[in-house]
């Protein structure tokens, strides 16, 4: 997404874009290798069946390669939403672009305005040591948080929407 340009109206500038981190890709990976050797230890024993009964065998495959085929395929359509989900943050407003293939699309903005505070958390020593963490943001006009999980660097963004908020504060308009 980085590389990606967004359409934006004229009066507003870009500030910040980012994706999930990569730590998210851990998860990922274990369930896809989980998937493959599922697939696998299936074809093995269909494979070593053949004597005893073929219809099992051949049902011991078929299933085999279907576990395989589709963990081929959650895979790919988890990177390229992974790769095409984000936030920008702009001089008024927050994007959140939420993107899975064939499922969903979603964008939502949130108006820095409406931001009464923004809190980031990043406990734990894998957190610390990869530099990721969540955000929550407070509006004024929901009694509800909401959310960023694995944000990389989440300082730098609540840092960005803290000098924006100050930044109207000067010019006299109010939160």
């Known amino acids: 997404m980085a ?3 967004i359409p934006l109206p004229r009066d507003e500038k870009l500030l910040l874009l980012v994706n999930e981190h990569w730590m998210i890709l851990v ?3 274990l369930l896809y290798l989980v998937g493959l050797c599922l697939g696998g ?3 093995w024993l269909g494979h070593n069946l053949h004597t005893s009964s073929h ?6 495959v078929l299933l085999a390669f279907a576990i395989i085929l589709l963990s081929n395929h959650w895979l ?4 390229v939403s992974l790769e095409l989900s984000g936030w920008a943050i ?8 939420q ?5 969903r699309h979603n964008m939502s903005y949130i108006n820095i305005s409406e931001i009464t505070e923004s809190e980031k ?3 734990g020593i894998i957190k610390n040591i990869f530099h990721y963490g969540e955000v929550e943001l407070n509006l004024t006009a929901s009694r509800q948080t909401i959310e960023f999980r694995y944000v990389p660097y989440p300082g730098i963004f609540v840092e960005t929407l803290s000098r924006l908020q100050k930044s109207r504060d000067l010019e006299g308009e109010v939160i």
């Open 3 to 5: 590389d990606r340009e």
């Open 27 to 29: 998860r990922i990976i």
């Open 41 to 43: 230890f299936l074809f």
């Open 55 to 60: 219809l099992a065998s051949t049902v011991l």
């Open 76 to 79: 790919f359509i988890y990177l």
């Open 90 to 97: 702009t001089e008024k407003r927050i994007i959140d672009f």
């Open 99 to 103: 993107f899975l293939p064939y499922v």
């Open 121 to 123: 958390h990043q406990q």
